[in-house]
């Protein structure tokens, strides 16, 4: 039995900066198609150029891949393509099985009708019949949370509750295949893990499979079992996941992006991640549980001084911050460089979190570098704080 859902194979589509010759090109092509000829779609006329070119891939029943690269590169062009909005110029694409997509804020949605009769306009377009809706109306209601919202038009609507609503009728559409697109960037952290188990539910339990689109690396290194870097329109890294981020990253800082720099140093943060004990990764830990924070740095030009590092542990619900400094880390010139604290007593209160962090020269008058706000995770079971006394070491 085949288990692969998509196929793509060597699969390109232009496009055309210019409106005007955009339309001209448009009817040149329809006529020839009705003229029986075949339309140029090996060549680029004037003002086109190729958003997808030459891409090929698999995916089989239960894998998720992540689609990650720059903005411009192709990604969200390849989901429409997939999702069968746009059609490509040159190769093909075999789908079997339901596809239910979440690729733009709003999409298929009628802005004048109510959340209520969206779910039903919504789910008719993924393929759900009305008595199927009936069936899952609470669910998708529960799941969206929107409350009083459900009755008002949907126009009313933020762009997170565009996407709670859309979401939610995308994964009761019970999908073989689901597209989702950097639109869950725009829900809060809690509607994000509340994604987030959904779609691991959804790969482990139902077998769907999903091509995610997102900048957030974490979540793509969490949940993806390949990786596909876009870069110009083209595969530029393919395989595992913590591999093709980390390529992808030091291709972005060769060209040019992601460094900081006072005129001394140099220094990037390229991956940072929650660790359980067992040093896999997590996105919820039980408060008072042994936890690591991973990091790895690259450093370009070697450190006059040992760092000191400012790290808060930002509750993003309340606003509470537990504060963390050490001092004595020491990155190797032109090397990447594995660090990983230990916390023996990960006690926070409960709450959703992200993590700040700065390094300095020790007297914070010289900041190497400073980041915010890179990964979000839970904590559970915790109404009071201890003192985090983390230690670190470098391992790799």
Same mark, same amino acid.
């Given at each position: ?26 009817? $040149? ?6 003229? &029986?000829?075949? *339309? ?22 239960? %894998? ?6 720059? /903005? ?18 040159? &190769?093909? +694409? ?8 979440? +690729? ?6 009628? *802005? ?59 994964? =009761?559409?019970? *999908? ?12 809060? $952290? ?14 482990? $339990?139902?077998?769907?499979?999903? +091509?995610?689109?997102? =900048? /957030?690396? /974490? ?8 990786? +596909? ?30 460094? #900081? ?53 930002? /509750? ?19 090397? #990447? ?12 209160? %409960? ?18 570098? =400073? ?26």
């Amino acid at each position: 039995m085949d288990d692969v859902l998509v196929r793509v194979e060597g699969v390109s589509k232009k496009f055309c900066r210019r409106l005007r010759h955009s339309v001209y090109y448009g009817t $040149v092509d329809v006529a020839r198609g009705m003229l &029986g000829l075949d *339309p140029n779609m090996e060549s680029l006329r004037e003002g086109e150029f190729w958003a997808v070119q030459d891409v090929s891939f698999e995916l089989k029943r239960g %894998e998720t891949l992540g689609l990650i690269g720059p /903005n411009g590169s192709g990604k969200s062009t390849l989901l429409r393509m997939i999702n069968g909005i746009f059609q490509p110029d040159k &190769g093909r +694409i075999e789908i079997k099985g339901k596809v239910g997509a979440l +690729i733009a804020v709003g999409a298929g949605f009628h *802005p004048l009708m109510t959340g209520r009769e969206n779910i039903y306009l919504n789910g008719a377009i993924l393929g759900m019949g009305r008595r199927e809706v009936d069936r899952k109306f609470d669910a998708i209601v529960d799941f969206a949370d929107i409350g009083e919202f459900l009755d008002a038009p949907v126009k009313t609507y933020s762009s997170g509750m565009y996407v709670r609503l859309g979401f939610a009728v995308a994964i =009761h559409c019970e *999908p073989d295949i689901l597209l989702v697109d950097e639109v869950l960037a725009v829900g809060d $952290v809690k509607f994000q893990n509340k994604c987030l188990n959904m779609i691991h539910k959804l790969k482990t $339990v139902q077998g769907c499979s999903i +091509i995610l689109v997102s =900048h /957030n690396y /974490n979540t793509v290194k969490i949940i993806s079992h390949r990786c +596909i870097y876009l870069e110009h329109g083209r595969i530029a890294l393919e395989g595992e996941p913590t591999v093709v981020i980390r390529d992808a990253q030091e291709r972005i800082f060769t060209q040019g992006g992601g460094s #900081r720099t006072d005129g001394r140093y140099v220094s990037e943060l390229v991956e940072m991640g929650l660790l359980d004990s067992c040093f896999k990764p997590i996105t919820h830990v039980q408060s008072g549980d042994k936890a690591y924070l991973d990091m790895v740095f690259t450093e370009r030009v070697e450190f006059s001084e040992r760092l000191l590092v400012a790290m808060s542990f930002i /509750n993003i619900e309340n606003g509470y911050n537990s504060r963390v400094n050490f001092d004595g880390l020491e990155v190797s010139p032109g090397t #990447r460089t594995r660090i990983r604290i230990a916390f023996s007593n990960f006690a926070l209160p %409960e709450g959703v979190y992200t993590v700040r962090m700065s390094l300095s020269d020790g007297s914070f008058i010289n900041r190497i570098y =400073h980041f915010e706000d890179t990964i979000y995770f839970v904590v559970r079971g915790g109404d009071m704080a201890a003192y985090l006394k983390p230690s670190w070491e470098v391992v790799g």
